[in-house]
């Protein structure tokens, strides 16, 4: 991770446990595996579980015994990762031996290709990765054939390996980030809850929502934004299966993958110069403190090009769209919520007058959203000190900033000016996770640092999240972006 933000900082701005893994080899170290028998298993199976375990074991990842990885009642431990490759009849599923939803990752492997192909259209692709991961109640699906290996994940994306035998590598760049942090989607504890308290119809909320609008209809085209995976749809083995999804995903109606979100205005102060704060503070603290507190306020240390910044942290407000909804044919009244990080702690607004047959849940992404939106905050306040004639704080202040996600990747070619790429040789982590918030923030950073460094105008940042999607957030409407990334 670069060093630029402690993880004690964002642990505290954005409820991050400490004990999060952010580097691979830390992933590693945490991770424990166990390796479920089916009654059957197909001799390339044998050959790839065979050289799983041992790539496993090279990386320092622990495999358990069953006997190690179950507790007394015959469930599984939390925390343990669950392998099951081949075949398993309804009642041995291992979905029947975890404890919560949240606590153990499965992951199937199958003897056979992969249910997509190059050509498959995203939505295609997404309803048949999807649909094999409902029926087999698993999270992660590997496909394995004679020639190579897949790994498909809840996000519709798929990876793919050319050989029938995983190498270490491979284990490392791309299974080890996925099998760390599940894809859980925000939790009601994990909100203040305000129904009703966004006000859509207010002046300034309008303008808003007819950015969001037209945005929208700019994307209508694009195959990316027009996925949804609806649970009914879905085919299950019993019943049961069929609850289990839908407490899993909290009530929502499917998946849909992207988001669009508008940043409100935020006045951040101007940061401090350490060495002139008049405070003594040694490097060890500044890289393992959560907060410095300097005249009876509290700051966080930010290093941008090797010399030390204190930044007050500012409350921040995102409108964005709700999970699940059409995002090409939106209904503003219905399909916007607003969510408010300050002093650690997320508020979530639903539209007034919302109808009882309306589920408005936040997007899976709203902890990344959040980071975006308090690393805008951040850059404001440096940027004011240290290049005061750039206007990134003042459009910050006056108008805000928007974000877009979606899960493709643009041409460099493309990329509007002012707007610094980061994020690619970061771990592939999925939407939802600590980490991916920890990358969000402290890539912002790194893409000041390119815009410093080459005396570039800084108006925004391209976050490459790897086997995932891209995240552009900056001074230009959602609309503006939406035509620059569709060649409007």
Known sequence: MSNSISLASLGHLLSIPPSTPIETGEMCKRLQLVFVQAETRAPRLQCFISSLMNACKLLGIRVLSEQEACRADGKFKPGV??????????EQLAINRVSTLYDNIIVGIHDEPPPLTETSLPQERLDRIVSKLAWDMVHISIYVTADNWTVCTMNGGFVHFNGSCPLPSDILQTLVPKLTAQVVPP??????????????????????SGDFIECGRLWSSNNYLLTHTSRETLAYRSPLYRKIVARYLDQRSGMSYGFFARQLPVAAPPALHLEDSGISVSEEELRNLPLLPVNNKDYVPLRVLNKWYLVEPVPVTVITTRSGCKKTDLNPETDLVAISLDKSRITLMTPESLPETTIS??????????????GNAFISSILQTIRPSWRFADLLGRKGASMTHWHGFPEESIFPEGYFSHGSDKPPVSCSTPQSAVYSL????????????TNREYCGDIHIEPNHGTNIIGLSSLAETAKIINGL
């Open 81 to 90: 990762v669950v392998i099951v490759p081949g075949t398993f009849k309804d």
């Open 187 to 208: 939790k009601p504890s994990d909100f203040d809850h305000k129904p009703g308290a966004f006000k859509i119809r207010e002046p300034e909320n309008l303008e808003l």
């Open 361 to 374: 849940k936040p997007s899976f992404d709203t902890l990344t959203i959040l980071a975006h939106a308090l």
């Open 442 to 453: 402290s890539g912002k950073i790194e893409a000041l640092e390119q815009a410093l460094e």
